[in-house]
């Protein structure tokens, strides 16, 4: 899956550390609030797309 370039792994790696449900859309780089961390394939309320993880889980999907 391909992942926007604004996501890096710092930036997954502090909304980790956060713990607070914060997910991003792997469509358009926009953060996502209030978001489980096993979230996949939740609409994005900037874009429209269907593309917001929950940060635990791109972390998950890069490394494994």
Same mark, same amino acid.
């Given at each position: 899956?391909?992942?926007h370039?604004?996501?890096?792994?710092?930036r997954i790696?502090?909304? &980790?550390?956060l713990d @607070?449900?914060?997910?991003?859309c &792997?469509?358009c780089?926009?953060?996502?609030f209030s978001v489980?961390?096993d979230a @996949?394939?939740?609409p994005?309320?900037?874009?429209? @797309?269907s593309g917001?993880f929950?940060?635990?889980?791109?972390?998950?999907?890069i490394?494994?």
């Amino acid at each position: 899956m391909k992942i926007h370039k604004s996501i890096t792994e710092d930036r997954i790696v502090q909304a &980790v550390e956060l713990d @607070e449900c914060l997910g991003f859309c &792997v469509m358009c780089g926009e953060d996502a609030f209030s978001v489980e961390p096993d979230a @996949e394939n939740y609409p994005c309320e900037c874009c429209g @797309e269907s593309g917001v993880f929950g940060a635990e889980q791109i972390l998950f999907m890069i490394y494994c």
